[in-house]
């Protein structure tokens, strides 16, 4: 989903997360900036964002998220409203999951279609009434889902309103998130994966999710700027017992490649499709017409010709970029990769031709160097809790 950082190298293990640099340009600050300084944050500048890669270390902060309970700070992500009559029906054509079956309080996790079969951004929907719903898109994609919600909605009677500079957005992430939950806010706790509920919160109206993006169960609080700072102190305040830790980008970067969740712009786009990104759960292809639907059907039935798949690596630590090879043979590029802190070796993953078998012998080229690698199935990892099965 999210994308993550702009080149960050860990002085410990060598991991480094790769985004854009928006240079000559000033920064973007969201509303918990001075908490992040307080907390002792080093921030870094993430696609014209000012965020903390870190706070006491990558690999620390890894390793509570999967152990107990980590906060984050997601401000950067955009909340897209969508209202009216043919809410519901507009969705499903833009979307290729079922989002036209979603009731009050339910979500999803989707891919946005391109008529060439790739994809504008992956999002999770949440159904608020039968009439109104809200996207939630990555933080460099804001404006591009915005102007393409609009772009395809001639033929219907919705309102598309892009509240992202008028909300903020923190994620606690972990099993021991549970616990916190039942202090903050237990209404949550009666829902299941991608559930929402809508609830004010000191004095004003926010938004609570269940869904993360680490492989652990997590919620999101969604709240106006004004009040996200109080919220994340109160966090912090009820996290005490848990030993909640702030996380920056790093963490929620290692977290979710375990999980073989996709980082857009790195292993999807415009250019890759779903079923290419070994994603093909998303698409349904029974619910009636969407956006691509027809280039969709054709790649399901005469198949593919590169699929997104992982490697792994006892020795080395990969990047994205770095090339695959099998007996001298260019496999592919990385579009991920970095080094896992559960698993104790690096990971990487990348569009490679679709016949490979897990536990094939491949190489990475490091550093000019062939380096001994295999394929893995993905994800990686299986953490507490999984919401959705690769294809």
Aim: aromatic share 12%.
């Amino acid at each position: 989903m999210d994308a993550y950082i702009t080149a960050y190298k860990s002085q410990k293990r060598g991991i480094i997360l790769l985004g854009g640099f928006m240079e000559g340009l000033s920064l973007r600050k969201t509303h918990l900036n001075e908490i992040h300084k307080k907390y002792g944050g080093k921030l870094v500048d993430f696609h014209g964002w000012e965020l903390p890669v870190q706070f006491e270390g990558i690999i620390k902060e890894h390793i509570t998220v999967r152990n107990g309970v980590g906060l984050f700070d997601v401000s950067h992500m955009g909340q897209i409203f969508v209202s009216g009559k043919d809410a519901r029906r507009f969705l499903d054509w833009v979307n290729t999951n079922n989002v036209f079956k979603l009731k009050k309080g339910e979500g999803c996790y989707s891919h946005l279609p391109n008529e060439r079969g790739g994809v504008v951004d992956d999002v999770i929907n949440f159904c608020l009434d039968d009439e109104r719903f809200l996207v939630i898109v990555n933080a460099t994609t804001t404006e591009k889902d915005y102007n393409w919600f609009w772009k395809n909605s001639k033929n219907f009677n919705v309102k598309i309103e892009n509240k992202s500079n008028e909300y903020s957005m923190i994620a606690i992430q972990g099993p021991k998130s549970i616990e916190v939950m039942k202090k903050f806010f237990p209404e949550i706790l009666k829902y299941p994966r991608f559930g929402i509920v809508e609830a004010d919160i000191m004095g004003k109206h926010c938004f609570v999710s269940r869904t993360g993006y680490t492989g652990e169960d997590g919620f999101e609080v969604t709240a106006p700027n004004e009040i996200i700072v109080d919220i994340w102190e109160k966090f912090m305040e009820l996290g005490k017992p848990y030993e909640i830790k702030p996380c920056g980008l790093g963490a929620r970067d290692s977290l979710r490649l375990e999980s073989g969740y996709l980082l857009y712009g790195n292993d999807i786009d415009d250019e890759h499709s779903s079923y290419e990104a070994n994603y093909g759960w998303v698409v349904k292809l029974n619910k009636g017409d969407f956006i691509g639907k027809e280039y969709l059907e054709k790649q399901k039935k005469e198949g593919i010709k590169q699929k997104l798949t992982g490697i792994v690596m006892e020795n080395g630590v990969p990047r994205q970029g770095y090339k695959v090879f099998k007996n001298n043979v260019l496999l592919g590029t990385l579009t991920s990769a970095t080094y896992s802190p559960s698993l104790k070796k690096s990971i990487g993953m990348g569009y490679m031709p679709p016949d490979l078998k897990i536990g094939d012998e491949v190489e990475v080229e490091i550093r000019g160097n062939k380096m001994k690698a295999k394929i893995s199935e993905i994800p990686f990892y299986k953490g507490g809790v999984f919401f959705f099965k690769l294809s």
